[in-house]
């Protein structure tokens, strides 16, 4: 089967809020480099992603262009938009982006991967599960099975269910969606933002978005509990700890191809 292209959507246009910082997390620094490097450095050197999609802060966009993009050479980063108010928003201008002719190759029947900035240790395994799995379902997300045991809350505070752990999944990205399904997955969201919100229906991530304008059922696939989201300042130490661990890995298996 031919591949199809693929376009990554990076979000980057978070604040430092809940890092106790005045620094965006995604540009706070790790182990040298901002945060936002680690996961761009994955999509410069994937086989599968073909071009980036990357949104920020208005205010940061000359920033990530010159600082960031081009000093560190991501030639796969064709567009950096503005972000929005909320999340999908801040997907929806990314979809725009894609589909206004801007684009040097047109990506009209392909797949986009949506990923959060503030997630550095992406990798080339997740992605081709993901590429997998859209490419046979159309709609897929990453995500691990839940260690701990989950209780669902009262609105007074007490327990008062607890699922089975053995079905229940924390969720990460990248999220991976047939174009054209969640192009108009996003097109009807628009339309309905205040009817849903109306409703207390509350959009976190972009699976959701498929599952609730369109009733389409979106497959799970494992990434990694290394995955880690940054958005306190002790994910930052773990995040470090991480680098350490990864930086190892890489040079163990550089000195066993040198033997």
Known sequence: MEKKRCTAILLAAGSGRRMKSGVAKQFMILKDKPLIWYTLRTIEESSIIDDCVLVTGAQDIAYVQ??????????????IVAGGAERYDSVAHALKAMADGTMSIPNQDGYVFI?????????????????????????????MPVKDTIKLADEEGYAASTPDRSRVWQIQTPQAFDVKLITEAYRQLMGRKEELEGKGIKITDDAMVVETLLGYPVKLVKGSYENIKITTPEDLFIAEALCEKFSLKKFNENLVKKC
């Open 115 to 143: 990923h959060d900035g503030a997630r550095p240790f992406l990798t080339e395994a997740m992605i081709e599960r993901s590429y997998q799995a859209v490419a046979e379902t159309r709609a897929c997300v990453v995500g």
């Open 66 to 79: 010159n600082e960031i993009v081009s000093r560190y050479a991501f030639r796969k980063v064709e567009r």
